[in-house]
Protein backbone atom coordinates (compact mmCIF):
# COMPACT_ATOMS: atom_id res chain seq x y z
CA UNK A 1 0.00 0.00 0.00
CA UNK A 2 1.47 3.18 -1.09
CA UNK A 3 2.00 5.73 1.94
CA UNK A 4 0.67 9.17 2.05
CA UNK A 5 4.06 11.20 1.32
CA UNK A 6 5.29 8.16 -1.05
CA UNK A 7 8.00 9.83 -3.40
CA UNK A 8 9.01 8.92 -6.42
CA UNK A 9 11.71 9.34 -9.46
CA UNK A 10 9.58 9.25 -12.28
CA UNK A 11 7.44 12.82 -13.08
CA UNK A 12 4.06 13.06 -12.97
CA UNK A 13 2.26 13.35 -16.30
CA UNK A 14 0.70 16.40 -16.51
CA UNK A 15 -2.58 16.64 -15.52
CA UNK A 16 -4.68 16.89 -12.29
CA UNK A 17 -2.64 15.98 -9.16
CA UNK A 18 -3.88 14.14 -5.95
CA UNK A 19 -3.73 16.72 -3.17
CA UNK A 20 -1.72 13.86 -1.09
CA UNK A 21 0.77 13.82 -3.98
CA UNK A 22 1.28 17.54 -4.37
CA UNK A 23 2.07 17.34 -0.61
CA UNK A 24 4.69 14.70 -0.34
CA UNK A 25 7.92 15.77 1.17
CA UNK A 26 11.10 15.88 -0.37
CA UNK A 27 13.43 16.29 2.50
CA UNK A 28 13.04 14.39 6.18
CA UNK A 29 12.60 18.05 7.78
CA UNK A 30 9.45 18.47 5.89
CA UNK A 31 7.93 15.15 7.34
CA UNK A 32 4.78 16.15 9.81
CA UNK A 33 5.06 14.33 13.33
CA UNK A 34 7.51 11.22 14.55
CA UNK A 35 9.77 14.11 15.58
CA UNK A 36 10.16 11.10 18.44
CA UNK A 37 12.76 8.96 16.03
CA UNK A 38 13.21 11.74 13.05
CA UNK A 39 15.06 14.52 15.92
CA UNK A 40 18.41 15.06 16.69
CA UNK A 41 18.03 12.56 19.61
CA UNK A 42 15.96 10.35 18.28
CA UNK A 43 17.20 6.94 17.10
CA UNK A 44 16.82 7.72 13.15
CA UNK A 45 17.95 10.94 14.01
CA UNK A 46 21.16 9.85 15.59
CA UNK A 47 21.95 6.63 12.71
CA UNK A 48 21.86 9.57 9.59
CA UNK A 49 24.11 11.72 12.01
CA UNK A 50 26.94 8.77 12.75
CA UNK A 51 26.29 7.92 8.85
CA UNK A 52 25.39 4.26 10.16
CA UNK A 53 21.76 3.57 9.07
CA UNK A 54 20.91 -0.31 9.89
CA UNK A 55 18.37 -2.20 8.79
CA UNK A 56 14.82 -1.53 10.54
CA UNK A 57 11.15 -2.09 11.03
CA UNK A 58 8.82 0.59 10.58
CA UNK A 59 5.94 -0.27 12.73
CA UNK A 60 2.99 2.07 13.18
CA UNK A 61 -0.59 2.69 12.46
CA UNK A 62 -1.69 3.43 8.60
CA UNK A 63 -1.50 6.98 7.16
CA UNK A 64 1.85 8.26 9.70
CA UNK A 65 4.31 8.56 6.81
CA UNK A 66 6.16 4.54 7.00
CA UNK A 67 6.66 4.84 3.40
CA UNK A 68 7.74 8.46 3.06
CA UNK A 69 10.38 8.08 5.56
CA UNK A 70 11.61 4.76 3.77
CA UNK A 71 11.92 6.69 0.52
CA UNK A 72 13.42 9.60 2.09
CA UNK A 73 16.39 7.25 4.06
CA UNK A 74 17.40 5.92 0.64
CA UNK A 75 17.75 9.79 -0.13
CA UNK A 76 19.58 10.68 2.51
CA UNK A 77 22.15 7.90 3.04
CA UNK A 78 22.18 7.84 -1.43
CA UNK A 79 20.95 4.43 -1.96
CA UNK A 80 19.02 3.23 -4.41
CA UNK A 81 15.14 2.67 -3.05
CA UNK A 82 13.19 -0.66 -3.98
CA UNK A 83 9.79 -1.02 -2.80
CA UNK A 84 7.35 -4.18 -2.81
CA UNK A 85 4.27 -5.44 -0.91
CA UNK A 86 4.12 -8.84 0.59
CA UNK A 87 0.79 -9.44 -0.56
CA UNK A 88 1.76 -8.91 -3.97
CA UNK A 89 5.29 -10.56 -3.69
CA UNK A 90 6.06 -14.20 -4.04
CA UNK A 91 9.26 -16.17 -4.00
CA UNK A 92 10.52 -15.78 -7.61
CA UNK A 93 9.98 -11.65 -7.24
CA UNK A 94 11.82 -11.55 -4.36
CA UNK A 95 14.75 -13.53 -6.17
CA UNK A 96 14.62 -11.30 -8.75
CA UNK A 97 14.96 -8.82 -6.15
CA UNK A 98 17.77 -10.06 -4.54
CA UNK A 99 19.45 -10.76 -7.86
CA UNK A 100 19.72 -7.21 -8.95
CA UNK A 101 20.41 -6.04 -5.71
CA UNK A 102 23.47 -7.60 -6.22
CA UNK A 103 24.49 -6.09 -9.45
CA UNK A 104 23.77 -2.85 -8.34
CA UNK A 105 26.04 -3.69 -5.32
CA UNK A 106 28.87 -4.74 -7.56
CA UNK A 107 28.69 -1.23 -9.32
CA UNK A 108 29.14 0.26 -5.83
CA UNK A 109 25.56 1.26 -5.31
CA UNK A 110 23.65 0.05 -2.21
CA UNK A 111 20.05 -0.69 -2.05
CA UNK A 112 17.28 -0.08 0.61
CA UNK A 113 14.75 -2.56 -0.09
CA UNK A 114 11.35 -1.24 1.30
CA UNK A 115 9.18 -3.65 2.26
CA UNK A 116 4.95 -2.99 3.13
CA UNK A 117 3.21 -5.14 5.04
CA UNK A 118 6.10 -7.12 5.80
CA UNK A 119 4.23 -9.17 8.37
CA UNK A 120 2.38 -10.78 5.63
CA UNK A 121 5.31 -13.08 4.32
CA UNK A 122 5.42 -16.66 6.46
CA UNK A 123 8.40 -17.30 8.24
CA UNK A 124 10.39 -19.11 5.20
CA UNK A 125 10.14 -15.73 3.23
CA UNK A 126 10.85 -13.54 6.33
CA UNK A 127 14.31 -16.27 6.81
CA UNK A 128 15.26 -15.53 2.86
CA UNK A 129 16.16 -12.41 3.69
CA UNK A 130 18.32 -12.92 6.34
CA UNK A 131 21.47 -13.65 4.12
CA UNK A 132 20.99 -10.96 2.03
CA UNK A 133 20.74 -8.30 4.87
CA UNK A 134 24.32 -10.16 6.57
CA UNK A 135 26.40 -9.56 3.49
CA UNK A 136 24.80 -6.07 2.47
CA UNK A 137 23.30 -6.80 -0.69
CA UNK A 138 20.18 -4.95 1.12
CA UNK A 139 19.58 -2.83 3.94
CA UNK A 140 16.39 -3.53 4.85
CA UNK A 141 13.32 -1.20 5.66
CA UNK A 142 9.88 -3.18 6.41
CA UNK A 143 6.74 -1.27 7.58
CA UNK A 144 4.12 -3.01 9.29
CA UNK A 145 0.71 -2.09 11.34
CA UNK A 146 1.34 -5.61 13.66
CA UNK A 147 3.21 -5.92 16.25
CA UNK A 148 6.59 -7.08 15.37
CA UNK A 149 6.67 -9.45 18.40
CA UNK A 150 4.06 -11.38 17.48
CA UNK A 151 4.44 -11.54 13.61
CA UNK A 152 7.73 -11.06 12.74
CA UNK A 153 10.75 -14.04 13.36
CA UNK A 154 13.50 -13.65 15.78
CA UNK A 155 16.18 -13.96 13.57
CA UNK A 156 15.41 -11.41 11.40
CA UNK A 157 14.22 -8.80 14.32
CA UNK A 158 17.85 -9.47 15.67
CA UNK A 159 18.97 -8.09 12.98
CA UNK A 160 16.73 -5.03 12.43
CA UNK A 161 15.45 -2.04 15.40
CA UNK A 162 12.19 -1.42 15.94
CA UNK A 163 11.26 2.29 15.32
CA UNK A 164 7.69 3.03 16.63
CA UNK A 165 5.90 5.69 14.55
CA UNK A 166 2.73 7.13 16.58
CA UNK A 167 -0.55 8.44 15.16
CA UNK A 168 -0.58 11.54 14.23
CA UNK A 169 -1.68 14.33 17.04
CA UNK A 170 -4.33 17.04 15.98
CA UNK A 171 -1.77 19.20 16.31
CA UNK A 172 0.18 17.37 13.50
CA UNK A 173 -3.02 17.22 11.54
CA UNK A 174 -3.98 21.04 12.03
CA UNK A 175 -0.38 21.38 10.30
CA UNK A 176 -1.28 19.99 7.67
CA UNK A 177 -4.46 20.86 7.25
CA UNK A 178 -2.93 24.52 7.25
CA UNK A 179 0.02 22.70 4.16
CA UNK A 180 -2.93 21.67 2.38
CA UNK A 181 -4.59 25.24 2.38
CA UNK A 182 -1.55 27.03 1.15
CA UNK A 183 -1.50 24.61 -1.77
CA UNK A 184 -4.92 25.22 -2.23
CA UNK A 185 -4.58 29.19 -2.27
CA UNK A 186 -7.39 28.98 -0.19
CA UNK A 187 -8.95 28.37 3.40
CA UNK A 188 -11.29 25.53 3.94
CA UNK A 189 -15.07 26.62 4.13
CA UNK A 190 -15.52 24.95 7.43
CA UNK A 191 -16.09 27.03 11.04
CA UNK A 192 -13.89 26.55 14.08
CA UNK A 193 -15.90 23.73 15.98
CA UNK A 194 -16.40 21.94 12.13
CA UNK A 195 -12.80 22.05 11.69
CA UNK A 196 -11.79 20.37 14.99
CA UNK A 197 -14.55 17.71 13.73
CA UNK A 198 -12.93 17.21 10.56
CA UNK A 199 -9.41 16.33 12.19
CA UNK A 200 -10.76 14.24 14.93
CA UNK A 201 -12.38 12.54 11.64
CA UNK A 202 -8.81 11.64 10.03
CA UNK A 203 -8.07 9.84 13.40
CA UNK A 204 -4.64 10.06 13.85
CA UNK A 205 -4.24 9.11 9.69
CA UNK A 206 -2.35 11.90 7.48
CA UNK A 207 -3.57 10.24 4.41
CA UNK A 208 -7.62 10.00 5.47
CA UNK A 209 -6.83 13.96 6.27
CA UNK A 210 -5.66 14.40 2.88
CA UNK A 211 -8.55 12.59 1.45
CA UNK A 212 -11.16 14.53 3.75
CA UNK A 213 -9.78 18.15 2.92
CA UNK A 214 -10.08 16.81 -1.02
CA UNK A 215 -13.29 16.30 -0.38
CA UNK A 216 -14.64 19.61 1.44
CA UNK A 217 -12.23 22.01 -0.68
CA UNK A 218 -14.15 20.13 -4.35
CA UNK A 219 -17.81 21.78 -2.55
CA UNK A 220 -18.91 24.96 -3.84
CA UNK A 221 -19.85 26.35 -0.94
CA UNK A 222 -21.05 30.43 0.06
CA UNK A 223 -21.04 30.32 3.91
CA UNK A 224 -18.45 28.12 6.04
CA UNK A 225 -19.88 24.83 7.53
CA UNK A 226 -21.02 24.16 11.10
CA UNK A 227 -19.89 20.11 12.49
CA UNK A 228 -23.37 19.16 12.18
CA UNK A 229 -23.82 20.37 8.82
CA UNK A 230 -20.20 18.33 7.94
CA UNK A 231 -21.86 15.88 10.12
CA UNK A 232 -23.93 15.37 7.08
CA UNK A 233 -21.99 15.58 4.51
CA UNK A 234 -19.12 13.55 5.57
CA UNK A 235 -18.55 9.96 6.76
CA UNK A 236 -16.86 9.34 10.37
CA UNK A 237 -13.96 7.29 9.72
CA UNK A 238 -14.00 3.73 11.57
CA UNK A 239 -11.91 3.72 14.39
CA UNK A 240 -8.82 1.07 14.46
CA UNK A 241 -9.91 -1.82 15.76
CA UNK A 242 -9.15 -5.72 14.95
CA UNK A 243 -10.86 -8.12 16.90
CA UNK A 244 -8.14 -10.46 16.40
CA UNK A 245 -4.88 -8.31 16.25
CA UNK A 246 -3.23 -5.55 18.53
CA UNK A 247 -6.04 -3.26 18.93
CA UNK A 248 -8.02 -5.51 20.73
CA UNK A 249 -5.44 -6.85 23.47
CA UNK A 250 -4.63 -3.15 23.64
CA UNK A 251 -8.12 -2.19 24.69
CA UNK A 252 -8.92 -4.59 26.62
CA UNK A 253 -5.33 -4.35 28.50
CA UNK A 254 -6.64 -0.88 29.09
CA UNK A 255 -10.28 -2.07 30.35
CA UNK A 256 -9.27 -4.14 32.61
CA UNK A 257 -6.32 -1.62 34.32
CA UNK A 258 -8.95 0.78 34.68
CA UNK A 259 -10.90 -1.22 36.46
CA UNK A 260 -8.01 -2.43 38.71
CA UNK A 261 -7.29 1.78 39.05
CA UNK A 262 -10.56 2.61 40.22
CA UNK A 263 -11.72 4.73 37.81
CA UNK A 264 -15.04 4.21 36.49
CA UNK A 265 -15.17 6.95 33.86
CA UNK A 266 -12.52 5.59 31.74
CA UNK A 267 -12.92 1.57 32.27
CA UNK A 268 -16.48 2.90 30.55
CA UNK A 269 -14.69 4.49 28.04
CA UNK A 270 -12.69 1.58 27.27
CA UNK A 271 -15.58 -0.68 27.63
CA UNK A 272 -17.53 1.63 24.92
CA UNK A 273 -14.53 1.82 22.18
CA UNK A 274 -14.55 -1.85 22.33
CA UNK A 275 -18.15 -1.93 21.59
CA UNK A 276 -18.23 0.50 18.98
CA UNK A 277 -15.17 -1.09 17.40
CA UNK A 278 -17.72 -4.25 17.41
CA UNK A 279 -16.58 -6.12 19.83
CA UNK A 280 -18.52 -8.97 20.71
CA UNK A 281 -20.25 -8.30 24.24
CA UNK A 282 -19.98 -11.99 25.20
CA UNK A 283 -16.23 -11.96 25.35
CA UNK A 284 -16.40 -8.20 27.22
CA UNK A 285 -19.15 -10.31 29.97
CA UNK A 286 -16.66 -13.41 30.45
CA UNK A 287 -13.38 -10.55 30.87
CA UNK A 288 -15.29 -8.51 33.58
CA UNK A 289 -16.25 -11.59 35.37
CA UNK A 290 -12.84 -12.63 35.23
CA UNK A 291 -11.85 -8.97 36.73
CA UNK A 292 -13.98 -10.01 39.69
CA UNK A 293 -12.34 -12.56 40.33
CA UNK A 294 -8.84 -11.50 40.02
CA UNK A 295 -8.51 -7.70 41.17
CA UNK A 296 -11.56 -7.92 43.67
CA UNK A 297 -12.18 -11.31 44.92
CA UNK A 298 -13.59 -11.72 48.64
CA UNK A 299 -13.02 -7.79 49.20
CA UNK A 300 -16.64 -7.87 47.52
CA UNK A 301 -18.20 -11.28 47.74
CA UNK A 302 -21.13 -9.40 45.39
CA UNK A 303 -18.57 -8.51 42.83
CA UNK A 304 -19.03 -12.08 41.16
CA UNK A 305 -23.02 -12.00 41.09
CA UNK A 306 -23.08 -8.95 39.76
CA UNK A 307 -21.29 -9.66 36.90
CA UNK A 308 -22.71 -12.97 36.76
CA UNK A 309 -25.78 -11.54 36.66
CA UNK A 310 -26.06 -8.49 34.13
CA UNK A 311 -24.19 -11.38 31.75
CA UNK A 312 -27.11 -13.50 32.26
CA UNK A 313 -29.81 -9.91 31.29
CA UNK A 314 -27.15 -9.20 28.24
CA UNK A 315 -28.02 -12.94 27.23
CA UNK A 316 -32.06 -12.41 27.80
CA UNK A 317 -31.75 -8.47 26.50
CA UNK A 318 -29.46 -9.26 23.89
CA UNK A 319 -27.96 -5.62 21.86
CA UNK A 320 -28.03 -2.73 22.53
CA UNK A 321 -30.77 -3.33 25.63
CA UNK A 322 -27.99 -6.06 27.44
CA UNK A 323 -24.94 -4.02 27.31
CA UNK A 324 -26.25 -1.18 29.85
CA UNK A 325 -26.36 -4.51 32.20
CA UNK A 326 -22.46 -4.93 31.24
CA UNK A 327 -21.94 -1.07 31.82
CA UNK A 328 -23.31 -1.35 35.54
CA UNK A 329 -21.22 -4.29 36.36
CA UNK A 330 -18.37 -2.20 34.85
CA UNK A 331 -18.77 0.56 37.01
CA UNK A 332 -19.38 -1.58 40.02
CA UNK A 333 -16.29 -3.49 39.53
CA UNK A 334 -14.28 0.07 38.90
CA UNK A 335 -15.59 1.49 42.54
CA UNK A 336 -15.56 -2.42 44.23
CA UNK A 337 -12.78 -2.76 47.38
CA UNK A 338 -9.48 -4.54 45.30
CA UNK A 339 -7.79 -7.35 46.55
CA UNK A 340 -5.93 -10.19 44.71
CA UNK A 341 -5.30 -11.90 47.85
CA UNK A 342 -6.43 -15.29 46.50
CA UNK A 343 -5.66 -14.89 42.97
CA UNK A 344 -2.03 -14.33 44.70
CA UNK A 345 -2.31 -17.20 47.15
CA UNK A 346 -3.50 -19.55 44.27
CA UNK A 347 -1.04 -19.14 42.13
CA UNK A 348 1.54 -19.78 44.81
CA UNK A 349 -0.19 -22.95 45.65
CA UNK A 350 0.29 -24.10 41.78
CA UNK A 351 3.91 -23.74 41.76
CA UNK A 352 3.97 -25.55 45.08
CA UNK A 353 1.85 -28.23 44.04
CA UNK A 354 3.95 -28.61 40.98
CA UNK A 355 7.49 -28.33 43.07
CA UNK A 356 5.76 -31.04 45.60
CA UNK A 357 3.79 -32.98 43.44
CA UNK A 358 4.54 -36.77 44.68
CA UNK A 359 4.27 -35.82 48.33
CA UNK A 360 1.22 -38.27 50.42
CA UNK A 361 -0.59 -36.69 52.90
CA UNK A 362 -0.38 -37.41 56.42
CA UNK A 363 -1.71 -40.61 57.27
CA UNK A 364 -3.69 -39.17 59.84
CA UNK A 365 -6.47 -37.54 57.10
CA UNK A 366 -6.17 -40.23 55.06
CA UNK A 367 -9.38 -43.00 55.05
CA UNK A 368 -8.66 -46.24 56.16
CA UNK A 369 -11.58 -48.11 54.56
CA UNK A 370 -9.60 -51.75 54.83
CA UNK A 371 -8.46 -53.67 57.30
CA UNK A 372 -4.56 -53.54 56.30
CA UNK A 373 -4.49 -49.56 55.48
CA UNK A 374 -5.71 -49.13 59.04
CA UNK A 375 -2.22 -51.34 60.44
CA UNK A 376 -0.63 -48.86 57.77
CA UNK A 377 -1.61 -45.94 60.28
CA UNK A 378 -4.37 -44.57 57.67
CA UNK A 379 -6.57 -42.44 59.95
CA UNK A 380 -4.48 -43.21 63.40
CA UNK A 381 -4.60 -39.94 65.44
CA UNK A 382 -6.93 -38.11 63.29
CA UNK A 383 -9.10 -35.44 65.60
CA UNK A 384 -12.50 -34.85 64.10
CA UNK A 385 -12.78 -30.96 64.28
CA UNK A 386 -16.27 -30.99 65.99
CA UNK A 387 -15.35 -32.80 68.98
CA UNK A 388 -12.81 -30.09 69.81
CA UNK A 389 -14.27 -26.92 72.09
CA UNK A 390 -14.15 -24.25 69.35
CA UNK A 391 -14.73 -26.24 66.66
CA UNK A 392 -10.73 -26.45 65.33
CA UNK A 393 -8.16 -28.82 65.85
CA UNK A 394 -5.17 -26.91 64.48
CA UNK A 395 -3.75 -30.48 63.13
CA UNK A 396 -1.47 -30.20 60.35
CA UNK A 397 -2.77 -30.91 56.67
CA UNK A 398 0.30 -30.62 54.59
CA UNK A 399 2.41 -33.41 54.05
CA UNK A 400 4.78 -34.51 56.53
CA UNK A 401 8.35 -32.65 56.52
CA UNK A 402 6.75 -29.93 54.45
CA UNK A 403 7.19 -26.63 56.19
CA UNK A 404 3.50 -24.62 56.80
CA UNK A 405 3.56 -21.82 54.32
CA UNK A 406 1.80 -19.01 54.88
CA UNK A 407 -0.09 -18.07 51.25
CA UNK A 408 -3.58 -15.85 51.59
CA UNK A 409 -2.75 -12.46 52.99
CA UNK A 410 -5.89 -11.00 52.88
CA UNK A 411 -5.87 -7.05 53.14
CA UNK A 412 -7.97 -4.76 55.75
CA UNK A 413 -10.40 -4.01 52.42
CA UNK A 414 -13.96 -4.76 52.03
CA UNK A 415 -14.87 -7.86 53.17
CA UNK A 416 -11.71 -9.46 53.63
CA UNK A 417 -11.20 -7.08 56.83
CA UNK A 418 -13.38 -10.28 58.63
CA UNK A 419 -11.60 -13.09 57.05
CA UNK A 420 -8.35 -11.18 58.26
CA UNK A 421 -9.42 -11.65 61.65
CA UNK A 422 -10.65 -15.29 61.07
CA UNK A 423 -7.13 -16.24 59.45
CA UNK A 424 -5.45 -14.35 62.73
CA UNK A 425 -7.52 -15.69 65.19
CA UNK A 426 -6.74 -19.90 63.70
CA UNK A 427 -3.21 -18.78 63.58
CA UNK A 428 -2.79 -18.12 67.00
CA UNK A 429 -5.36 -20.82 67.75
CA UNK A 430 -3.29 -23.69 65.84
CA UNK A 431 -0.06 -22.03 67.26
CA UNK A 432 -1.89 -22.66 70.91
CA UNK A 433 -2.99 -25.98 70.15
CA UNK A 434 0.29 -27.18 68.79
CA UNK A 435 2.56 -26.32 71.81
CA UNK A 436 0.16 -27.90 73.61
Known amino acids: MADLFDTTSAKTPDGPRPLADRLRPRKLSEV ?78 GTLLFVDEIHRFNKAQQDGFLPYMEDGTILLVGATTENPSFELNAALLSRAQVIVLERLSLADLERMAQRAEQDLGRALPLKAEAREAMLEMADGDGRALLNLIEQVAAWKLDTSLTRDQLATRLMRRAAKYDKSGDEHYNLISALHKSVRGSDPDAALYWFARM ?98 MKEQGYGSGYNYDHDAEDGFSGQNYFPEGMKRPVWYLPPERGFERELKKRVDYFAKLRSKRQDG
Open 32 to 109: IGQTHVLGPEGPLGAMLAAESLSSLILWGPPGVGKTTIARLLADETDLAFVQISAIFTGVPDLRKVFETAKLRRQNGK
Open 275 to 372: LEGGEDPRFLARRITRMAVEDIGLADLQAQDVCLQSWQTYERLGSPEGELALAQAVVYLALAPKSNAVYTAYKAARAAARETGSLMPPKHILNAPTKM
